[in-house]
């Protein structure tokens, strides 16, 4: 007969803990007194901040809908202040769309042609109607050498000039004093010091700056084109690729896309937001003198062959035209569809993108004299030329696409550079004793500097040195 086991000696052990009672759950404290002040004080400031902010707010309680229609009175209360912005000192020339709107409407598709570069406006037509003795000049020296190159900012109050000593100088034209100067630097003697450099090592022949005014792109016979923070004059990049002088240089409008053009015969294409190299963009046969850029991506540069060229970025081809009889020393755009130019052989051109040659050249418009130098101010009908025979030349872009005398005013020397202001109150000049490019000529009676003319009849000004 079979013995039955009995626990074994674990067994009591396990009993006994079956038999432990679980720990009583302890119940939580009620929540304190000033828990619940301190809710309900915070709740209080809520809410009277919301009632001092309906009392302060006069849209607190305005729905959606009215919030629309309010928000949309004032953008068409704004437009109104500005339908006379363009400014009362010419005739706006527009495609007729806009005949017979109202101020509101017609302002806004005065705007959009704007854009595009199809707005036009007839100016050079008042400025016929004055004597060449009222127009003031005042003269801002500063350079050591000649100046070689002059930009305006976008808003007219700021202009940066180059030289052949190596100096930039940074101008307040309203005030007639300089802001900032840059020195000529020692020539970097390796590829360390290259990446350091604060300034150019030699004669600077080219300055541009962007459409906002915060980079001024400056370039020179030390190959480098140096970009800079104009608030700060700290070089913000060093860029090099050029094997010759850079010899111009621009921006496009409303971006930091910008276009450099060398005695190696290239036209370089820069990222300056970025500091990237774009692209390289080869045609011209000799040393580029000039290039300009305006609303659309393109740009159109002359030089030593005797040709313009027109660069289609996106569409990466380019446009040769050869009506010229002489080296183009200047280009400057009047539209994104027509550009002027000054001949060494001493005419001044007008050229359309729509024909190879030019649509009218003006034969000896200094007198013979070699034309130096040639400014527009953009999408109007007046263009200005120099040289050296002693004066600036106000032309009149006619209808009929012609080049029309408008006035000449006394300026001693070579104008190396002409900036004329987006508002039509000025223009600027660098006027020099040499040519920007060389030494051919001196004229000892000149003076070395800034020449701000004004074209205001309430703004004539006595020369000042």
């Avoid at 002088?245 to 060398?262: M, P, Q």
Wanted: aromatic share 6%.
């Amino acid at each position: 007969m079979k013995r039955s086991r009995g626990p074994g000696p674990g067994a009591n052990k396990r009993q006994a803990s079956k038999k432990k009672k679980q720990p009583k759950a302890t119940a939580k404290p009620p929540p304190k007194a000033d828990d619940f002040f301190i809710e309900s004080e915070s709740s209080g400031d809520e809410a009277r901040l919301g009632e001092e902010k309906e009392e302060h707010d006069p849209y607190a309680g305005e729905t959606a809908d009215e919030r629309k229609l309010r928000m949309a009175k004032e953008y068409l209360s704004t437009i109104e202040d500005f339908t006379g912005a363009d400014g009362d000192d010419g005739e706006l020339v527009d495609d007729g769309m806009a005949d017979g709107l109202d101020p509101v409407a017609q302002r806004l598709h005065r705007e959009a042609l704007k854009l595009r570069g199809k707005l036009k406006k007839k100016v050079a037509e008042n400025l016929r109607q004055r004597k060449s003795s009222s127009f003031g000049t005042r003269i801002m020296r500063g350079h050591r050498l000649p100046v070689t190159c002059v930009a305006l900012s976008a808003d007219d109050s700021t202009a940066y000039s180059g030289s052949k000593d190596g100096s930039i100088i940074k101008w307040d034209i309203k005030a007639g004093t300089k802001l900032h100067t840059v020195k000529r630097v020692p020539k970097a003697s390796n590829r360390m010091e290259r990446r350091e450099v604060k300034g150019h090592s030699r004669a600077v022949l080219c300055v541009a700056v962007s459409t906002d005014g915060k980079l001024l792109a400056t370039g020179g016979d030390d190959q480098c084109l140096l970009v800079w923070d104009t608030e700060t004059f700290e070089v913000k990049f060093r860029l090099y690729g050029h094997r010759d002088s850079i010899t111009c240089v621009a921006f496009r409008e409303n971006t930091y896309t910008c276009f450099s053009g060398s005695r190696d015969r290239t036209v370089r294409v820069w990222d300056l937001e970025t500091g990237a190299f774009v692209e390289s963009l080869h045609g011209h046969h000799s040393e580029l003198l000039s290039i300009d850029s305006l609303l659309q991506h393109r740009a159109v540069s002359s030089g030593s062959d005797k040709t313009c060229r027109l660069w289609k970025i996106p569409e990466q081809t380019q446009l040769l035209y050869k009506g010229s009889r002489d080296v183009l020393d200047c280009v400057r755009f009047v539209d994104d569809d027509r550009w002027v130019t000054a001949c060494q052989d001493g005419s001044v051109g007008l050229w359309s993108i729509k024909k190879r040659k030019p649509l009218f050249r003006r034969d000896r418009a200094h007198q013979g004299k070699w034309v130096t130098s040639v400014g527009a101010r953009i999408f109007t009908d007046l263009v200005a030329s120099g040289s050296s025979d002693g004066f600036v030349r106000l032309w009149q872009i006619t209808d009929d696409s012609k080049l029309k005398p408008v006035h000449e005013i006394p300026v001693i020397g070579f104008i190396n550079a002409i900036c004329p202001s987006r508002n039509g109150q000025f223009i600027v000049l660098g006027v020099a004793q040499e040519h920007r490019m060389g030494r051919w000529q001196r004229i000892k009676e000149a003076r070395n500097g800034i020449h701000v003319i004004n074209l205001l009849e309430d703004s004539a000004a006595a020369s000042t040195g």
